[in-house]
């Protein structure tokens, strides 16, 4: 089992920038895909953007194509999503999760997640 461990997140303003930072810890070895998803208020948990650890490979949701960066740092096993030009829309509690898979989107794929951080986007 992987341990995530989420920091960054909290109150901005449109058009601001907030940095998420996901820690992993445990059987990392068994990880292959990092995933970035949220959930704003009422409804379902959706995909941002993910990452692959072993060639970096990055994957995004077209709603944050060109706002959003995810990076990771393998040194540290920590994955990260920048979030630049932040709009009231992105407003949603965001968590980091872990894959086996080389790539999905799909929530059930992925079989540990972080605690979830709130990010709050004021117009």
């Known amino acids: 089992q992987v341990q995530l461990v989420q920091s960054g997140g909290g109150l901005v303003q449109a058009g601001g920038s907030l940095r998420l930072s996901c820690a992993a810890s445990?059987?990392?070895?068994?990880?292959?895909?990092m995933g970035w998803f949220r959930r704003a208020p009422g409804k379902e948990r959706e995909f941002v953007a993910a990452?692959?650890?072993?060639?970096?490979?990055?994957y995004y949701a077209d709603s944050v194509k060109g706002r959003f960066t995810v990076s990771r740092d393998n040194a540290k096993n920590t994955v990260y999503l920048h979030m630049n030009s932040l709009k009231p829309e992105d407003t949603a509690v965001y968590y980091c999760?872990?894959?086996?898979?080389?790539?999905?989107?799909?929530?059930?794929?992925?079989?540990?997640w972080g605690q979830g951080t709130q990010v709050t986007v004021s117009p």
């Open positions: 999760a872990s894959s086996t898979y080389l790539f999905s989107r799909a929530t059930a794929d992925f079989g540990s």
């Open positions: 445990g059987r990392t070895f068994g990880s292959n895909l």
């Open positions: 990452i692959r650890w072993r060639d970096s490979s990055t």
